[in-house]
């Protein structure tokens, strides 16, 4: 079940700024619980790119940027890169299903 | 540093078991739950359940629920995944990942390599 819905894909230029949306619910994003963003390079296990509100962990640039609005979070990448060219998740916790959910996913293409 | 590394890919028939192991290494193994998440070829990532090293209790997706079964081994500081009655749709690669606690629930941090699983007859 996909209770978190991305655009399936993004492109931009070289240096140009793209957004990722998450939409979700009033039982996950809504309800407050942490959302994060993950990239996933071709071939390659997930990172942690953003954690709960704009947090980034060590090592990841602050090209990447993370916003909440009632229900839906985005994840901004400024500056685009051929190295961003990766999928992007969002994930949070839905009570409703008392399980963690991940997005649909965004393939982001650099032009 | 943090790290998990995973059990190499396998090849099962339809209706076995497959048993993946996931070795934690840069922490104290017990703080930290261990969480599995699934994605099948070109799709997304689907988690599947948990385990909290320090006291073994697990939780499964619904979706799993009759067939996962988690364990772990403190002595070595490892977490094994266990999906019985495998299907062609169970072809994946099965990923553990840290669940950090942060805004009242986990994120993922870091993850193993992954493990690919093929279900074909």
């Known amino acids: 079940q996909s209770v978190l819905t991305q655009p399936p894909s993004v492109s931009g230029a070289p240096g140009q700024r793209v957004t990722i949306s998450c939409s979700g619910s009033s039982s996950n994003i809504g309800a407050g619980y942490g959302v994060f963003w993950y990239q996933q390079l071709p071939g390659t296990a997930p990172k942690l790119l953003i954690s709960g509100n704009n947090n980034r962990p060590s090592g990841v640039p602050d090209r990447f940027s993370g916003s909440k609005s009632g229900t839906s979070v985005s994840l901004a990448i400024s500056g685009l890169q051929g190295e961003d060219e990766a999928d992007y998740y969002c994930q949070s916790y839905d009570s409703s299903l008392s399980a963690y959910v991940f997005g649909t996913g965004t393939k982001v293409t650099v032009l | 540093q943090v790290q998990l590394v995973q059990s190499g890919a396998e090849v099962k028939k339809p209706g076995a078991s497959v048993k993946v192991s996931c070795k934690a290494s840069?922490?104290?193994?017990?703080?930290?739950?261990v969480h599995w998440v699934r994605q099948a070829p070109g799709q997304r990532l689907e988690w599947m359940g948990w385990?909290?090293?320090?006291?073994?209790?697990?939780k499964s997706s619904q979706r799993f629920q009759d067939r996962v079964t988690i364990t772990r081994d403190t002595s070595a500081s490892t977490v094994y995944m266990e999906l019985n009655s495998l299907r062609s749709e169970d072809t994946a690669v099965y990923y553990c990942?840290?669940?950090?606690?942060?805004?009242?629930?986990?994120?993922?941090?870091?993850w193993g390599q992954g493990s690919l699983v093929t279900v074909s007859s």
């Open positions: 990942a840290r669940g950090v606690a942060v805004a009242g629930t986990d994120c993922f941090d870091p």
């Open positions: 385990i909290v090293p320090a006291n073994g209790n697990t």
């Open positions: 840069g922490y104290i193994f017990s703080h930290y739950a």
